[in-house]
């Protein structure tokens, strides 16, 4: 090992700075979509089965929510721009700008070039939970999705159900493409209502026992139109473990809220990212 310098403490104690500061972001009108959001409809429930997942639609300009019906559990969350897949969410730019976990007021990003708003985060019943005394908190944008190709590196095992397979098996399902097509579109999620942090000894992911009961829910304002999937995770309430059978698991609700006409006057959908493209040539 390395010697460290006479100067490591004082390398040590310089004071960090945000890497994105985000005073510049727009701001998304929370209280027009609120308004909006009084007089919506309902238009459309999907249940998604435990160790399952299933497909949904919200058109620009919806809400929908997503809920915990019957007991804890973890919901891995992907979306894309309904017309044009290869335009999906960026968990890892959603964490560069909003941090580790997001919560009411932040937004899920999408991937290059276009890097803009997909939808809004207008309801978190669990935003009470703050950051707790390991350095949990809820939703996060750090872990990839359960799959079952670490869950082999790690245990030899094969096993089929976990959130990577189950959003192939529901893209695949309602895309009508083959698995290994569908498997292409599958990226890196939003851990909804998942409890997630870093030990600060070693700096390793950790999950916790979800704070989630039923009735909680987390609702987003889709800022373009929508292509989710949304997976029951087979680690329950993540309490101990995932990657098998063992945990009880709980089904997830996701419903889809449309405002009536002229409620959002005044909103418009989000441009594509500025950046005109020349890299430098
Ligand atoms: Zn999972």
Known sequence: MNQAPADADARRAVAPVICYPVDTLPRPDLALYAAAREGAEKVAEVVVPPREAACFRAGAGEFFRISSIEGPQVGDLNLWNADDLSERFYSGKTRALHGTHVT???RLWSSFPHLRPM????????????????????HDVIGTRCDPYTGNLLSGVQYHHCCHSNLTRAVADELGVTLAEAEGHVHDVLNVFMCTGFTRDTGQYFMKASPVRPGDHLEFFAEIDLLGALSACPGGDCSAEHTSDAAPCHPLMVEVFRPVDGALRGWQGPARNGYEGGHGR
Do not use: H, N, P
């Not at 939808?119 to 809820?138: K, M, N, P, Q, R």
């Open 104 to 106: 009411r007021g932040e």
């Open 119 to 138: 939808a809004t985060i207008v309801a978190d019943t669990l935003e009470w939970y703050g950051i707790d005394a390991f350095g949990g908190s809820v």
